[in-house]
C-alpha cells in the first residue's frame, strides 16, 4: 500500500493550490481519506477528511470556506484543493487513509490510522 502525496510548492498569499493523494494498494470504496499538515515545532493536525462512499467532509476551522476535498475514483485519487492560502497554511500536508465508511472522529489517535503518505510541503509566502 502506498499513498503518494503530490503539488505542493511555494505560493504567494491569496494564491491557490491542488494537491493530490494517489492511492496505491486498496480501492477508494469503504474507506475514508484525510488530509493532516504539521509546521515547524507544531503538532500534526487534522484539516480535512472525506467519506468515500457517502461524499461526507469534515473541515477543521481554520480551512472552512478555503478548502476543498475531493476524489476522482476511477483514478483512486483525492485531491486537497486550497484557495485564498495565508502564511499560517505553511507545513507538510501529509495524507491519511482510514479503512471505514464514517469520518473518523476530531480526536482519533494518529496512530490509529490505517495508512500515511510521505507527505508534500507547502510554503506560503506573505
Known amino acids: 500500500v502506498q499513498l503518494v502525496e503530490s503539488g505542493g510548492g511555494l505560493v504567494q498569499a491569496g494564491g491557490s493550490l491542488r494537491l493530490s493523494c494517489l492511492i496505491a494498494?486498496?480501492?477508494?470504496?469503504?474507506?475514508?481519506i484525510g488530509w493532516y499538515r504539521q509546521a515547524p515545532a507544531k503538532k500534526r493536525e487534522g484539516v480535512t477528511w472525506?467519506?468515500?462512499?457517502?461524499?461526507?467532509?469534515y473541515y477543521a476551522y481554520a480551512v472552512r470556506g478555503r478548502f476543498i476535498i475531493s476524489a476522482d475514483n476511477a483514478k483512486n485519487t483525492v485531491y486537497l484543493q486550497m484557495n485564498n492560502l495565508k502564511p499560517v497554511d505553511t507545513a507538510i500536508y501529509y495524507c491519511?487513509?482510514?479503512?471505514?465508511?464514517?469520518?473518523?472522529?476530531?480526536?482519533?489517535?494518529?496512530?490509529?490510522?490505517?495508512?500515511w503518505g510521505d507527505g508534500t510541503q507547502v510554503t506560503v509566502s506573505s
Open positions: 494498494g486498496f480501492d477508494l470504496r469503504d474507506h475514508s
Open positions: 472525506l467519506a468515500i462512499n457517502d461524499g461526507s467532509t
Open positions: 491519511a487513509s482510514d479503512h471505514s465508511d464514517q469520518i473518523p472522529s476530531v480526536d482519533v489517535g494518529l496512530e490509529d490510522l490505517d495508512f
